[in-house]
C-alpha cells in the first residue's frame, strides 16, 4: 500500500526551462511535506517543505505547491540547471499521530540537459 | 566532519552470515531511523528510535534488529543476510525544530548479499 506515489521515475528538461516533479498521497492524515534531493553516492538531502495549512512555499528557484483537495503535491524548479539532476523524493508526515515519521515515495530522477 | 556517518560504505557479505551496519551522529538529535532504499521503491523505514529506551518496528522490520548504544549511535544488524537485502541502506537523524521533524540523513551503506 504506498500512501506516497511518485509515478514518473524519470523527467529530462532542458537547462533553463521549468522542471516540474509530481507527488501524490492518499492519507488524508498527512499534515506535512517534504521534498529532498538525492546526489549518487550520497544520502538525500532536504530541499524544501510546506505545511498542509498553506498551499505554496517558494525558496529561490524551487517551489512547492500543495493542492489538499485533490492530494497532490508538485515541486516547480525555475530555472532549472545541471546541478538540478538528482533524484527527488517527496515524503508525507503526520505529524501529530504519527511522532514525525517520513513516508517517502518511489523518486523521479530529473536530468537537466545543457 | 559529516553530521551523521555510517560504517561500512560498502559491504559484500554471503548468505547467512550476520552483518551489522553502524550510524554516529554528532547532531545531538534524539530521534534516529534506518531506511533502505531498493530501485523503483523509495526510502522504506526499517526501525526508528525516539530516544535510548524507545525502538520501534517500521514498516519492513522483519530479518532486521536494532540496538540504540547511546543517543549518538544506532546499529542495525542482519542476524542471517540473505540476497533480497541486498539494498542501499541509510541512517537518520531529526530533532523537532519549528515544528517540524526534517530528517538528516547519512551517506548511505551500499550491502550486497551473495
Known amino acids: 500500500d504506498q500512501q506516497v506515489k511518485q509515478n514518473s521515475p524519470s523527467l529530462s528538461v532542458q537547462e533553463g526551462r521549468i522542471s516540474i516533479l509530481n507527488c501524490d498521497y492518499t492519507?488524508?492524515?498527512?499534515?506535512?511535506f517534504l521534498w529532498y534531493k538525492k546526489y549518487p553516492a550520497e544520502g538525500p538531502t532536504f530541499l524544501i517543505s510546506?505545511?498542509?495549512?498553506?498551499d505554496k512555499n517558494e525558496d529561490g528557484r524551487f517551489t512547492v505547491f500543495l493542492n489538499k483537495s485533490a492530494k497532490h503535491l508538485s515541486l516547480h524548479i525555475v530555472p532549472s540547471q545541471p546541478g538540478d539532476s538528482a533524484v527527488y523524493f517527496c515524503?508525507?508526515?503526520?505529524?501529530?499521530?504519527?511522532?514525525?515519521?517520513?513516508?517517502f515515495g518511489q523518486g523521479t530522477e530529473l536530468s537537466v540537459k545543457p | 566532519d559529516a553530521d551523521v556517518t555510517q560504517t561500512p560504505r560498502n559491504r559484500i557479505t554471503k548468505t547467512g552470515k550476520r552483518i551489522m551496519l553502524e550510524c554516529s551522529q554528532t547532531?545531538?538529535?534524539?530521534?534516529m531511523y534506518w531506511y533502505r532504499q531498493d530501485p523503483g521503491l523509495g526510502l522504506r523505514l526499517i526501525y526508528y528510535?525516539?530516544?535510548?529506551?524507545?525502538?520501534n518496528k517500521g514498516e519492513i522490520s522483519d530479518g532486521y534488529s536494532v540496538s540504540r548504544q547511546a543517543q549518538a549511535k544506532f546499529s542495525l544488524s542482519l542476524e542471517s543476510a540473505i540476497p533480497n537485502q541486498t539494498a542501499l541502506y541509510f541512517c537518520?537523524?531529526?530533532?523537532?525544530?519549528?515544528?517540524?521533524?526534517?530528517?538528516?540523513f547519512g551517506p548511505g551503506t551500499r550491502l550486497t548479499v551473495t
Open positions: 537518520a537523524t531529526s530533532d523537532f525544530t519549528g515544528g517540524v521533524y526534517e530528517q538528516y
Open positions: 492519507n488524508s492524515m498527512f499534515d506535512y
Open positions: 510546506i505545511s498542509s495549512i498553506k
Open positions: 515524503a508525507a508526515s503526520a505529524l501529530y499521530n504519527q511522532g514525525g515519521k517520513l513516508i
Open positions: 547532531k545531538g538529535h534524539d530521534r
Open positions: 528510535s525516539f530516544d535510548v529506551k524507545d525502538i
